[in-house]
């Protein structure tokens, strides 16, 4: 059973930083990519950012240039945001996807204390 926790969400003023972490229970180069998406009240989930095991990135328009996703060790996936914005809160998930199959974390939330 595939396992994804996120971390690292929290309050952020507006302009603030904050850096995501996803644990994997397995290495994520076992995975066909590995992405972030996010969710806000009442809306649709949506692609943040997704890095290919074979370093393909794609960002989210809203994500270019102040998001970054990163893989820095063999179990973890990384957003590193910047210059965040209220229209950024909302739950930040993990997705692992292997062939046909997505693996979905929890969620952290992320919210604008402005």
């Known amino acids: 059973q595939v396992q994804l926790l996120e971390s690292g969400g929290g309050l952020v003023q507006a302009g603030g930083s904050l850096r995501l972490s996803c644990a994997a229970s397995e290495s994520i180069y076992e995975f066909n990519s590995m992405g972030w998406y996010r969710q806000a009240p009442g809306k649709e989930r949506k692609l943040v950012a997704r890095?290919?095991?074979?370093?393909?990135t794609n960002y989210a328009d809203f994500a270019k240039g102040r998001f970054t996703i990163s893989r820095e060790n063999p179990n973890a996936v990384y957003l590193q945001m910047l210059g965040l914005k209220s229209e950024d809160t909302a739950v930040y998930y993990c997705?692992?996807?292997?062939?046909?199959?997505?693996?979905w974390g929890q969620g952290t939330q992320v919210t604008d204390s402005s």
């Open positions: 890095s290919t095991v074979g370093g393909t």
């Open positions: 997705k692992a996807k292997r062939h046909s199959r997505n693996y």
